[in-house]
């Protein structure tokens, strides 16, 4: 029976580090930040509520939705983020399930959902296990000036726009603590993974 894990934790806490050890060990992952993409191709559904709720201003000359620009107006106001959450998640649940059954379908052994969101969009129901990505404020803020070139202020609103680690960690099988090093997370992951296959 294929197992779907939701992996998830805030930004910068290591996701996507996570996502690439798991699917080195054999697991299939999908991201959620590719599947919203989908939706940001001209002319779709979301597109077109997308562009009514935030101008022409938000579109790149070839017409498709710009994340850059979207990102700047509702990582500073909470009411556009929701307003952008109500028009994508619905539709990012519903191709993550249709993707999830195709795999089910093909017996695939082990999935993982990489999804930021993964609580607050309410995908719970999607996923058999919820594993949490957890690192420090100060390690995030660290990691992310440095490797990202993000300034302090925009890191620290997007922290404050998601849930907190403590508040994730309520919905957790597994709690990936990654204030370490490279090898210490990978060796948690090669840990989980054996777990899940004993
Ligand atoms: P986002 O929320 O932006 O999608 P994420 O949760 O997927 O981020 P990653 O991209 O995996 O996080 O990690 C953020 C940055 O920190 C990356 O540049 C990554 O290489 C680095 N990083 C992650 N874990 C570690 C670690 N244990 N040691 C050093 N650098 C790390």
């Known amino acids: 029976m294929t197992r779907v894990i939701g992996l998830t934790g805030g930004i910068g806490s290591g996701k996507s580090t996570v996502s690439r050890y798991l699917a080195e060990l054999g697991a299939i992952v999908i991201d959620s930040d590719k599947v919203g993409h989908e939706f940001f191709k001209p002319h779709t559904g979301a597109w077109r509520e997308v562009v009514s709720a935030f101008g022409q201003q938000i579109l790149t000359s070839e017409g498709e939705i710009d994340r850059q620009k979207l990102g700047k107006i509702v990582f500073d106001n909470q009411e556009a983020l929701l307003r ?54 100060s390690t995030v803020l ?57």
Do not use: F
Request: charged share 30%.
């Open 142 to 198: 660290k990691r992310l000036k440095e490797q990202r070139g993000l300034k302090e202020e925009q890191i620290l609103a997007r922290i404050r726009s998601q849930l907190s680690n403590e508040e994730r960690i309520k919905y957790a099988d597994a709690v990936i603590y990654n204030d370490g090093d490279l090898d210490a997370v990978r060796e948690t992951v090669r840990e989980l993974w054996q777990n899940l296959h004993q």
């Open 84 to 137: 952008l959450n109500q028009i994508m998640h619905p539709r990012m649940k519903e191709l993550v399930k249709t993707q999830l059954d195709e795999y089910r379908r093909q017996g695939v052994d082990v999935v993982v959902l990489e999804a930021a969101v993964l609580i607050e969009a309410n995908w719970l129901s999607n996923v058999d296990e919820v594993w949490v990505v957890a690192a420090s404020e």
